[in-house]
């Protein structure tokens, strides 16, 4: 199980960006959460950012398998 923290969600962040600039028909972003076990503060907030970054770009987000108390603290 993986535990998404400030650099992990850097990492998506930055890849997330990077393919907004380079893939021009993207309708939906999925983030499967099924082996994700905790996130810290810094993780959702960074994390948040890139739902922010999708959603300007007019791109659906799909977020599955969220553990429950994983969605409270997003």
Do not use: P
Not at 13 to 24: D, G, P, R
Not at 35 to 48: K, P, Y
């Amino acid at each position: 199980h993986s535990y998404i923290f400030f650099g992990s969600s850097l990492q998506i962040l930055n890849t997330i960006s990077n393919l907004l600039k380079t893939e021009k028909h993207i309708k939906y972003i999925i983030f499967d959460f099924k082996d994700v076990s905790n996130i810290d503060l810094a993780g959702t907030d960074m994390f948040l950012d890139c739902i922010k970054l999708i959603k300007k770009s007019s791109i659906r987000v799909v977020i599955c398998s969220l553990k429950e108390t994983l969605e409270r603290k997003i």
